[in-house]
């Protein structure tokens, strides 16, 4: 009786855990009038290694290669995320920045671990930030998500001013600055393009948009979903995890067909019909729009709630979540469409 008794409460806890995943995963993404400048914030700091210096600061100051921790204060907030610099990368020029912002539950060291974007960033020459949403989730409306949404906390600000922030230590590249995430964290990179005139594209993952965005930046998407995906389904069938968006929790999900979305995002930037080709279980919808731009759509059959080609952890395992495909390696995917994707001014 005792074993079974502690079987017991072990899957109960299991089964706690996965409601919280699940209720935090997807957001409603309302709509703020569009930030053209970043809410001011202390400056970012990382952790000393070594005496005090004396001497004034450079103007920009080089980061340390490898892996960093920074804090900054938003909105009267103490926020962190992490930045990866490769340790060949030369500063002498101007280099991309991408931000890559992770899903409910996740935390910026988790998606640095998770995704592979500092092995891409080693390989093509960028840096990496991976900032951290406040109790592991993004605030993108009234409605969602968790207690960020319930605290109104104002997460655009945030990577608004972290943006800005690196800026002044890194030589970033204005025109080269991007964001992608994956589930909640797809629906801030969404917003930040509706909010914000900072970025030249943006990758999503597994994500959605919801709410009026009329007049978003002229940047480039590339949306990636899988046509499985139980969380946010790709058909635009309701999803389970909505409450409302009440109580301390709120949740709200309710985007309609992801291929609907992205025929908005197409009349908006006045593209053509796109071309379609299918390689295996993946299908390429590409839009070559004016000035530039491109709005392109990959889906990938029978795959779930995940980012194509990450590593799938034990905790995921354990907790019975969709396994990544293995048809698309997502991170390389959106880094050749951000590579060839500036700004357009």
Known sequence: MDRRARACRTAVAVLAIASVLTVLTGCDLGRSPRREAATPATPASVAPTGPTATAPAPEKPAVAPGSSVHRLTVDGRNRTFRLYRPAKLSLSTPVPLVVMLHGALGSGQQAETAYGWDAM??????????????????????????????????????????????????????????????????????????ETTTFAAIGVVAGTLLGPCPTPAPISLLHIHGTADGVIPYDGRPSTLNNGGVGPLPVKIDGGPVSDQIDRWRKIARCPTPEARTAGAVTTSAAHCPGGRDVDLITVAGAGHQWPGAKQSTAERLLGLDPPSTALTATESIWNFFDTHPRVD
């Open 121 to 194: 960033a080693d390989q093509r020459g960028f840096v990496v930030a991976y900032p951290d949403g406040l109790n592991r989730s993004w605030a993108v409306s009234s409605d969602c998500c968790g207690s960020p949404a319930r605290d109104g906390v104002d997460d655009v600000a945030f990577i608004a001013a972290m943006v800005a922030d690196l800026s002044t230590k890194l030589p970033v590249a204005p025109g080269r600055i991007y964001a992608t995430g994956i589930s909640n964290g797809g629906m801030l990179a969404y917003r930040l393009a509706c």
